[in-house]
Every structure is written in structure tokens, then in C-alpha cells.
């Protein structure tokens, strides 16, 4: 039976294989004008010459949810520890992503 870190890497790997995950995410960005998808390295919409964002489409999935601040997985607002990592989440709470401030989890 193959162990937790085999199958969360044959997970992600089948899921960039698709087009899907964390990984591909953060390799694009999104024309706010034409809705073209664009390399996250570039400056300006190869459709429409408009200006790109500086977030990639994983930066404004974060500000829509709450994620963990060791791993960036996305989590419940009821989760004490995060289901990736393990990591234990202050008082239950995961942190909410801004795209202006980054809040993270301070150690205590």
C-alpha cells in the first residue's frame, strides 16, 4: 500500500497532467479585459495587448478561500490542523489570503 506523501505526489502529477492543481495555477494568468489565459511570466495579454494582473489565477483562488499558511492547501474554516501538512491551525481558524497584505500565522 503505497504511503500518504506517494499518493499525494501521484495526485498532483495526474492532476498537472490534466491541466488541474495548485501547480498549474500558479503558472497563469488570467486578461481582466478578454478573459485570455496567459503565461504568469507575462506583462500583457497576447490577445488584446491589455495590461495583465500581477496575481496568477492560484493568487485570486487564495483570496476567494482560506488555506494554510505552511503549505498554501486550501481548508475548511472549521480545521484545527490542515489535512496536508498537518500542521495545527491557530484557534481553529485558517488564515484568509489577501492579494494586497499576505497574512500569515505567526508561532507562538
Known amino acids: 500500500m503505497p504511503d500518504h506523501q506517494t499518493t499525494h505526489l501521484a495526485r498532483l502529477a495526474a492532476m498537472r497532467q490534466f491541466g488541474f492543481g495548485p501547480e498549474v495555477m500558479k503558472g497563469i494568468k488570467v486578461c481582466r479585459v478578454c478573459g485570455c ?3 504568469a511570466g507575462a506583462r500583457s495579454c497576447r490577445e488584446c495587448g491589455a495590461v495583465l494582473p500581477r496575481e496568477t ?4 483562488y487564495k483570496a476567494r478561500h482560506l488555506y494554510c499558511p505552511a503549505c498554501d492547501t486550501v ?7 490542515c489535512p496536508q501538512c498537518g500542521k495545527r491551525l491557530r484557534t481553529g481558524q485558517a488564515v ?10 505567526k508561532e507562538k
Do not use: E, G, H, Y
Open 37 to 39: 489565459t496567459c503565461s
Open 57 to 60: 489565477l492560484f493568487d485570486l
Open 75 to 81: 481548508v475548511a474554516r472549521s480545521a484545527i490542523f
Open 96 to 105: 484568509p489570503f489577501s492579494i494586497k497584505n499576505r497574512l500569515f500565522m
